[in-house]
């Protein structure tokens, strides 16, 4: 089954409201009107309404980089589905590196998450990945294995139609070194043959698995051009139009 391509930026805690609007304002003129590729940014929250009136028109939709699981009430700095939504959101991503090491969420906090952010009917970019030492103590698909196992534990095979899932080696990530492309397809292999398990051949042949981890316009072609290896999620390198767009346009 042909996949599209989905190429994701993930801006992180960068840009400012007016060099976030200039960056969603390039890529516009760059790729916003390629089709062939699907395409999506996460910029920080408090620019997310700014971005998506700024990309109102093209073909990159806008996403968020986290969310509550709860629907309203005493959740002091938390946004809701819900808000993301009525803020011009489509996509949120859940179960980053960063979220799950440098803020403490658990599989099962993800796992909340996730179930909430597909009944509200947003679609999700789900991302596991392995630290150094977990690689380094051949425990890389236990590690990845039991994140997108208990991320998915609820998620009904309808339901996948809104997931992809992003394979992001944490020893990869803002680092420069990347996975090579045969390190990065055994992976991805490894996760669709878990996800065939978990619902079927189907649907495990139907879902995207995105590489991220210093992707680059020097190293996209090559990582893209594996089997099921179904685009990237990017972080450094989405915050300049020129590398993100030589990106995308690597997907072609
Ligand atoms: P990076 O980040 O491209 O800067 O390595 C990727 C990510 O964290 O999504």
């Not at 909430?116 to 009917?121: S, T």
């Not at 196992?149 to 070194?177: C, D, F, H, Q, R």
């Not at 490894?190 to 590489?211: N, S």
């Amino acid at each position: 089954m042909a996949r599209k391509i989905f190429v994701a930026g993930n801006w992180k805690m960068n840009t400012t409201i007016a060099s976030g609007v200039a960056l969603a304002n390039g890529l516009k003129e760059t790729i916003g009107s390629i089709s062939e590729v699907d395409l999506a940014v996460f910029p920080p929250h408090v620019y997310l309404k700014s971005i998506a009136e700024t990309l109102a028109g093209s073909q990159i939709t806008v996403g968020a980089q986290t969310m509550y699981f709860e629907e309203k009430g005493a959740f002091t700095g938390e946004i809701s589905a819900e808000m993301i939504q009525d803020v011009g959101c489509q996509y949120v991503l859940l179960g980053h590196s960063e979220r799950r090491h440098v803020f403490g969420e658990t599989d099962d906090v993800i796992n909340r998450k996730v179930l909430k952010a597909l009944a509200a009917g947003l679609k999700v970019i789900l991302a596991c990945g392995e630290l150094l030492e977990e690689r380094e103590a051949d425990k890389t698909m236990d590690v990845n294995e039991r994140q997108v196992k208990s991320a998915l534990e609820g998620v009904e095979e309808a339901a996948m139609a809104n997931v992809t899932i992003a394979y992001e080696p944490v020893w990869a990530i803002g680092t420069g070194k990347t996975a090579s492309p045969d390190q990065a397809q055994e992976v991805h292999a490894e996760i669709r043959k878990l996800l065939a398990g978990l619902y079927d051949e189907e649907t495990a042949q139907a879902t995207r698995i995105q590489y991220g981890g210093s992707v680059k316009p020097g190293n996209a072609a090559e990582l893209f051009a594996m089997d099921d290896i179904d685009g990237g999620l990017i972080g450094g390198a989405s915050l300049k139009v020129e590398d993100f767009t030589a990106i995308v346009k690597a997907a072609l």
